[in-house]
Structure formats: C-alpha cells, structure tokens
C-alpha cells in the first residue's frame, strides 16, 4: 500500500440525526471486505461512533492524544473483532474541537494513507470546526440527507463548502460528490410526506450513490453495536452494500456466477422466510 493508493472519503451532511454515523459505520464496515478500511471519528466532544461500531469499552487512547503526541497511533487504533481488515480511531469525549488542528489532522491522515486502502472519516454535522477538518483533506465525499426540505437545504450548503474550502477545491482539482439518501420511503413520498428522489437529485444535482429505506433494522444494529451491514439480512442492508458496490464501481454480474444484488437479495428472502 501507497500513500497515493489510500482514499480519504468523508460522510458529511449539514443537518444533524440524519443517520451520518450510522453511514459511516456501515460504508466503513463493507468496505473492509474489499480493503483494510479504518472508520476516524471526527466529532470531537460527542462522539458516537464507537458505540455504533460497538468498540466503546475498547477505547484507550483517542484521535486527539495522537494529535497531541500522548499516543501513538497503534495504540489508538481499534481493530475489529468481526472482520479483521476493519479498525475505528475514535473522538475524544474530553476536549474541544479545537483541538484538531490542520497539521495535526494531517499527519495523522498521512500515517493512515501508509497502511489503509480506505479512511472514511465521519464529519459532525454542519460547518464548525470538526466538520471542516473532516472534509478539508478528502479526496470524494458522501453527503448523507433525508429526503425532507430542511436536511436538503442544509446538505445544499455543505455541498458549497466542499466546492470551495477543501484542499482539492484550493488546487483547482475535482472532489467527488455522492448522494446518499437515507431514511426514505416510497409510500410517504407517493403521499407528499417527504421529498422524491427525483426532487432531491434535481435541487442538490449530485451523482445519487444509493438510497437508504427507513427500516428498523438500522435502529437495532445500533443499539447492539453493529454497523448494519454486519448484522442479518435486512433491506437496509441490502441497501447500503449496493450503494458500496456501486462506489467502488462492481458490476452487478461476475464471470457468469450469481451478481452481488441477486445473492444479497437471495439472503434477504431466506431471512424473510425465516422470520415469517
């Protein structure tokens, strides 16, 4: 692995609870399976993150004692018990967001690009100090929005600042930008209770990466500590391993075997037989 290898991506969006971290945890989770993957958890003072990787009793050292110099980054990292290629660096819920320095968020990530294929890292919400350091040194981002007016506005605002206050913006490079819907239904949509996916694509004019179902298998994963794509078969689940597939750029058909979507939906009708 190269530093010019690794990939920075960072999950953002500009309106809070709009399950960012749980995106985070879950993109971080599958793409482990294709490359050792570490999940950094930007909201310093809040974090959340380690509870929904289910790591919270594991935590020792933080990403801000590797900023300050009092741990070294093998002995923040936290790899996983379920897929070995996935770790978390995890927030400290001690200090304040000024503690992440430019410089210092920097050499972390440049120690992070020498052994991970993919740093996802999960911003706070909006456009403080946290949220700028996340998306300043990202190579392509995923903007996580629910399909209502004011998750849209707000995501509308992040996509500017991405535009012009990240490190590829100020060398005149392209960042790439993905749309992830979340937390949506097609029945409420019909009704005019939220937002279609035609009206978020049109007002936010971004690549759409996948959209996301409200389902409680989100919640529940969770709550247990498990991002959803490592727990059982769920629509949610299906949801957000094609949204990976179709980041990485696999193609639904392989060699003449059975493609990704149809052995995942495969697994979701088995489980739906089972609990039926």
Not at 252 to 276: M, P, Q, V, Y
Request: proline share 3%; hydrophobic share 40%; net charge neutral.
């Amino acid at each position: 692995m190269t530093e010019s290898e690794a990939k920075i991506i960072v999950v953002t969006s500009g309106k809070g609870g709009v399950g960012k971290t749980t995106s985070a945890a879950a993109f971080g989770a599958e793409l482990a399976q294709h490359g050792k993957t570490v999940v950094v958890d930007f909201d310093i003072g809040l974090r959340n993150l380690d509870l929904i990787m289910g790591c919270e009793r594991r935590v020792i050292f933080d990403f801000v004692n590797v900023i300050q110099g009092d741990a070294n980054l093998s002995q923040a990292l936290i790899k996983d018990k379920r897929n070995e290629n996935l770790y978390v660096l995890p927030a400290s819920q001690t200090r304040d967001k000024d503690a992440l320095t430019k410089e210092g968020v920097e050499n972390v990530l440049n120690e992070l690009r020498k052994s991970f294929s993919y740093i996802v890292c999960d911003s706070p919400a909006g456009i403080e100090r946290g949220a700028l350091m996340a998306l300043y040194f990202a190579d392509e981002a995923i903007i996580v929005t629910n399909p209502e007016v004011s998750s849209v506005r707000d995501s509308d605002r992040i996509i500017g600042v991405l535009n012009s206050r990240s490190r590829r913006s100020e060398l005149g490079l392209e960042l790439k930008k993905h749309l992830l819907i979340t937390r949506y239904s097609k029945i409420r949509a019909e009704r005019g209770e939220m937002l279609s996916i035609g009206d978020v694509q049109e007002i936010l004019a971004i690549p759409l990466l996948g959209v996301i179902p409200e389902s409680p298998a989100v919640l529940n994963a969770s709550n247990r500590g498990v991002p959803v794509t490592l727990d059982n078969p769920s629509d949610a689940k299906v949801a957000y391993q094609r949204a990976v597939a179709s980041f990485l750029g696999i193609p639904e058909t392989d060699s003449g075997e059975k493609g990704w979507k149809t052995r995942l939906l495969d697994g979701l009708r088995i489980f739906n037989r089972s609990t039926a």
